[in-house]
């Protein structure tokens, strides 16, 4: 017995979506990002298919997180920096997390991404993902939709989103360059800004550096310069602290440098990362279907109203409630 898993069967439906994709269609690309997105079991086995047949065309794009609190400006600013990379020849992809409410399954974007040069140009595609809750805010799906679109021939691929804490890690585990977008006067937000999230960030933008705020702005990235360096000062890249205005321009060209600056030094250490990356997204994928595959057995089911009750009620301890449910899945699956 080998301990690596079969290859899945690639039936005529995925070979021409990947057929479709690789030329440059975007309705095949959306399929195939729905595809990947799926949570049927009958396309989770396709889906995998058409990844393997995409994976040798990925990983030649750049790929940056961008993160914020909401209302930070994240869209306003990926559509303008977004918009200059078109015009300097490049083709961009932008997944933006969007953060529905995992009960209704319902989305706050809606349509409204804040996006719209960038979503009617043929150069660019830009798709909102729910993220179903999952993951602090990074879909389940993200990584692979990422890959698709680097199957695609983007060459950037930007991954929005709200910055709530878990999500920062998370995107930050699926890139390689990651950008925090603050707000001027956020200087006591630094206080609560967790220093976890700041260890994680590649560049610190202070965005809607114009007009009355531009001044405020400045002393924002002062305290952000000063909290960096203090974390930062043992590493080889020191992350810098930039002024930048999606509304005037300001700033979006040093940006957009300092995130090649960024790429070169990450190079010699870029396979490596990848790779760890790789490996952390399998495990996050098994605890993902682990879990997925225990709400769907009946047995489960049929147990967890009673269990979630006497846990309520101080009855069972949650960790016993855990042990009694995973041995009741287990003991399923053996049968
Ligand atoms: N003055 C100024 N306002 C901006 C700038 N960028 C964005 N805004 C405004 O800030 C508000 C929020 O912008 P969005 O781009 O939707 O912010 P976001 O971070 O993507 O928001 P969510 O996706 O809801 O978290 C909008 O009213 C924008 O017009 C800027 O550079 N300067
Ligand atoms: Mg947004």
Known sequence: M???????????????????LRAGERRALARAITLVESQRDTDQLRAMALLEQLLPHTGKALRLGISGTPGVGKSTFIEAVGWRLLEQGHRVAVLAVDP???????????????????????????????????????????????????????????????????????????????????????GDDLQGQKRGVLELVDIVVVNKADGPREAEAADTAGHYRIAGHLLHHHKSWHPPVLLASAATGKGLDVLWQTVLDHT???????????????????????????VRRLHAAPDVNARLPGLLADVRRGKTSPGRAALSLVEHFLDQTRT
């Open 2 to 20: 080998t301990a690596s898993a079969p290859p899945p069967a690639v039936d005529d439906d995925v070979m021409d979506l990947v057929l479709r």
């Open 264 to 290: 070169a030094h990450l190079a010699p250490m870029l396979d490596e990362r990848r790779g760890q990356q790789a490996e952390r997204w399998l495990w996050t994928s098994v605890e993902h279907e682990l």
């Open 100 to 186: 529905s409410s995992p009960t209704t399954g319902g989305s706050i974007l809606g349509d409204k991404t804040r996006m719209e040069r960038l979503a009617h140009d043929d150069r660019a595609f830009v798709r909102p993902t729910p993220s179903g809750g999952a993951l602090g805010g990074i879909a389940t799906r993200t990584r692979e939709a990422m890959l698709v679109c680097e199957a695609a021939g983007y060459d950037v691929v930007i991954i929005e989103t709200v910055g709530v804490g878990q999500s920062e890690h998370a995107v930050s585990a699926i890139t390689d360059t990651f950008v925090l977008l603050v707000a001027p006067g956020g």
